[in-house]
């Protein structure tokens, strides 16, 4: 007999950004897998259990977490932010794939949440407002050729690009490399928000010019807005800069 | 004196999908701005003021709200889904450019919320479980030609594309054009998601292969989201087909 797996988006890492619905999935989930940051942040009733593992461990959890549902289980699987960008959405629809026939009749919900590039977005401004892309700048799943070539297309076609898991310890270098990448076809006044942890009490929104950009301004927690040639920047006295992208674009480089 | 703006995401439509951030701060504005199915959504107080009007109105709204918040009042303007992403906030923002030098005072707070293809996603399995762009289909801001040079570029480069305003009275063929185009470069069999109203009673979400998408297939409440060449679909028994882009890429074409 077939349980439920519930795949939930927690947001950014603030209660006050926490879905209805997602709050709703947990009450109903008795097994709780995750990325222990994010497991950590669940408050459970003493029947509920964590079982938090390590990043890059997301197939091996998801597998876990179906064998559990198809024992009968109410199972959630759950990520901070959105599940289904660059999280565990895709891991559990992997899994779900290669795993027997059963699992594909387990009762699946996944359940958006707020994605940490909107997030970061809101306390910049409107850096989102036009068209934009999101990638991963991890290689871990990718050769970083692709990853480079993407960043050239979608600068060159005029696209703001967010990144997500724009640096860690095993992967140093790639932030700086992309912005050198960029660097040959963005203007160097081309505005860089560095959104780190926006919602939480450790929040810290930093705004650079391209050409001023250094890796070494995000960690595992940042994700990075790079504008396209078209963002601008309002200086406010007081107050944080506003960054926003215009609703109309003409194609034209000035 | 001035006043607060609240520029507000309400989410896909669903009370379930607002996060408490955005009534929190619906609970604290006097005036409400918004295009009227918004604005519509709102359960408000007596005291509350609801001031709907058209699409394609967008910058006039955003002064008026801050001319509003100027005069010292709690104004909030609204949007569906997530302010920053094809909606409101980067009106404000270029009205505020635009404006006088007080309006940069103005205590502006962006929420935001859960964005269309988010919940489109979530409901279809994870095609945006990879790099991914989204792009207004709407030429009435940028010319055709730039939208049609960011498909191609973003198609060809792998991403997921999501579109939004894919399709209105005024608008009827650019949906269509883009099929067109986008077939040059992906395998027919694409898998192309067409999700209207998601999370709404009226919820609709098919998914076609790229060879037979149909512009009739979506209208203005639809958020499209076509695969890359490398998004799959699991079927299963007495369920919708699970659509899902794998986290790892080669960038090689089969």
């Known amino acids: 007999m077939s349980g439920r797996l519930f795949v939930i988006g927690l947001g950014p890492g603030n209660a006050n950004q926490v879905t209805p619905e997602a709050n709703h999935a947990v009450a109903e989930a008795e097994f709780f897998y995750g990325y222990k940051p994010y497991v950590d942040r669940l ?83 409107a850096p989102l407002g036009h068209d934009f892309c999101a990638i991963s700048l991890s290689d871990n799943l990718k050769p970083w050729d692709l990853i480079e070539l993407r960043l050239l297309a979608a600068a060159g076609a005029g696209f703001v690009i967010a990144l997500y898991n724009p640096i860690s310890k095993a992967r140093p270098w790639q932030l700086g490399r992309a912005f050198e990448a960029l660097s040959a076809i963005l203007p160097g006044t081309t505005p860089v928000i560095f959104g780190r942890a926006a919602g939480r009490p450790d929040e ?45 674009a003409t194609g034209r480089r000035e």
């Open 43 to 125: 408050e459970l009733k003493p029947h509920q259990i964590r079982i938090a593992s390590d990043n890059r461990e997301e197939l091996a959890r998801a597998k876990e977490a179906i064998v559990k549902a198809a024992d009968g289980h109410a199972v959630a699987v759950v990520s901070g932010g959105d599940p289904g960008v660059f999280a565990m959405a895709a891991a559990v629809c992997e899994a779900i794939e290669e795993g027997p026939a059963e699992w594909r009749d387990i009762d699946l919900q996944i359940v958006p949440g707020v994605t940490a590039m909107l997030a970061v977005a809101a306390r910049a401004g």
């Open 204 to 248: 810290r929104i930093e705004v650079a010019s391209l050409a001023f950009a250094r890796a070494d301004m995000a960690d595992m927690a940042t994700c990075v807005i790079i504008g396209s040639a078209e963002t601008r920047v309002i200086k406010r006295n007081g107050k944080p800069a506003l960054v926003y992208t215009p609703r109309s």
